[in-house]
């Protein structure tokens, strides 16, 4: 099948290289023209396991094609999708003018049928608006040419995103149109062979079920954050509770670690959105409002623990973070804990010595600018001299550390663990002080 993506970040080329490995030809579509360049010229913009590869066997193969060209890319595809970033605006809401303009362009130039895919995550009622916008330009070319609109959210995680992509839990499409399920159906078969996999409904359920996927993932998190507050004020262990609750299997293990918060760029601005969109309504979530003020706390967490330790003066002290991406696997920086951790630690007069396995680049894009950073060529290297070693990401090579080395090259022994990765069991007959989120054993 022909398809093209109309936004080639996380999503878009993700989707645009899977479907061309199953067979189909795609065109991937950007305004950024750095990033096209980029991956016409072999290389991939994101850090993102297994996809270097897949981009390379498609492209030389002649399936999947990068280009700025929106006359060529709309021309190209039977199928659209729209994969353009939906950033939160002041207020919260979903800015959807990227998704509009992309829609605009296609009403502008489609000369024949289309199923356009919204793939981007998107408020309820913007399938209407997308058909609206591509209605109003073909009104304005004074043309009449059928095209349907389709809502499919996209499920990925960042650092999964590839297996996520081919072996999905499910497909969500959100159509009332017959054509459009059927190609929907076919473009999806290989992924679906084991099981149909595909969950039809209509275009606002599909819209909605993107942000209350995320908002549930979003408010287990928050919820074992708040427990494992009291948990460190009444001599549990949030790590056992965890296993304990777990183990439950209408609770699940998934989504239950406490930690230095979550970030990236989906669940802090889904949750928002979809606050924004119940206000618009005239509903109040509240159990939303608490998901997302518990989340702002707990990404101070660690610098609390840090405070508590040290004071709020922190002039002259350095501190060494491990982790830098706003979880393992990616180089995403989007909405990290680490971006609170460092600011506050810079703010109260410290410096920070860094190390992230991939994000060393992405940071110092993002916290350029910003005086009292180092970036350490190792995670070792970042240990040398500093009064504590903060671990903000749980990144698989700091999981099971030199410890004898840790203890020897930090000033004082004190590991504070944002992720509940260490024992304090171990660490306490190492010889190393260890603070973890909502853990009793705090030394
Ligand atoms: N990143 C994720 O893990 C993830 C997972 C599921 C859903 N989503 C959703 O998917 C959407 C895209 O997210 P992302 O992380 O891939 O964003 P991204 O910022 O990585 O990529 C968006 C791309 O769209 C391009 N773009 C903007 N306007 C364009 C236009 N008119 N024509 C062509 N290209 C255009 C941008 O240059 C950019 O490269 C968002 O709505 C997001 O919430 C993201």
């Given at each position: 099948?022909?398809?093209?993506t109309i936004g080639t970040g996380y999503v878009g080329l993700v989707t645009g ?287 609390d623990k840090v405070v508590a330790r040290f004071g709020e003066n922190l002039r ?101 663990d944002g992720r509940n990765i260490y024992d304090p069991t171990l660490l306490a ?15």
């Amino acid at each position: 099948m022909k398809v093209t993506t109309i936004g080639t970040g996380y999503v878009g080329l993700v989707t645009g290289a899977c479907l061309a490995e199953m067979g189909n030809h795609v065109v991937c579509l950007d305004v950024n023209e750095e990033k096209i360049a980029v991956l016409r010229a072999g290389g991939i913009p994101i850090h993102e396991p297994g996809l270097q590869e897949i981009v390379r066997r498609n492209a030389e193969a002649g399936r999947l094609e990068f280009t700025t060209d929106a006359a060529h890319a709309v021309a190209h595809g039977t199928m659209l999708f729209i994969a353009v970033g939906t950033p939160p605006d002041e207020d919260g809401s979903a800015d959807l003018q990227y998704v509009l303009a992309a829609a605009r362009s296609v009403g502008r130039l489609m000369t024949d049928y289309k199923v356009v895919v919204d793939k981007s995550t998107v408020p309820v009622g913007t399938a209407d608006k997308v058909r609206a916008a591509i209605a109003e330009e073909l009104a304005a070319r004074g043309v009449n040419i059928d095209y349907a609109v389709v809502s499919n959210p996209e499920f990925l995680k960042e650092g999964a995103a590839v297996e996520d992509f081919m072996r999905p839990d499910r497909i969500i499409v959100g159509t009332d149109d017959e054509r459009a399920t059927l190609l929907m159906r076919a473009l999806y078969s290989p992924f679906t062979r084991n099981h149909d996999r595909l969950v039809i409904m209509d275009t606002r359920s599909a819209e909605f079920t993107k942000y209350a996927a995320n908002a549930m993932l979003a408010t287990r998190i928050s919820f074992m954050n708040e427990l494992a507050l009291l948990a460190e004020k009444i001599g549990a262990d949030i790590e056992l509770v965890r296993k304990g609750i777990g183990s439950d299997p209408r609770i699940g293990y998934h989504f239950l670690y406490a930690g230095a918060g979550y970030g990236g760029s989906c669940f802090p601005k889904d949750v928002k959105a979809l606050i924004r969109s119940a206000h618009d309504q005239g509903v109040s979530l509240r159990v939303l409002d608490a998901v997302e003020a518990a989340n702002e706390r707990q990404k101070r967490v660690l610098v609390d623990k840090v405070v508590a330790r040290f004071g709020e003066n922190l002039r002259g002290r350095r501190f060494a973070l491990w982790g830098l991406a706003f979880k393992p696997n990616t180089d995403d920086m989007r909405e990290a804990p680490s971006r609170v951790v460092i600011a506050e630690l810079l703010a109260r007069g410290a410096t920070v010595t860094v190390y992230d396995p991939v994000a060393m680049d992405e940071a110092r894009r993002v916290l350029a600018g910003m005086d009292g950073i180092t970036y350490a060529a190792s995670a070792n290297a970042a240990l040398e001299g500093a009064d504590a070693l903060l671990v903000i990401t749980e990144w698989k090579e700091f999981r099971n550390p030199d410890f004898d080395l840790i203890r020897s090259a930090l000033k004082q022994a004190l590991i504070i663990d944002g992720r509940n990765i260490y024992d304090p069991t171990l660490l306490a007959a190492l010889g190393i002080a260890y603070d973890g989120v909502g853990r009793a054993h705090a030394s």
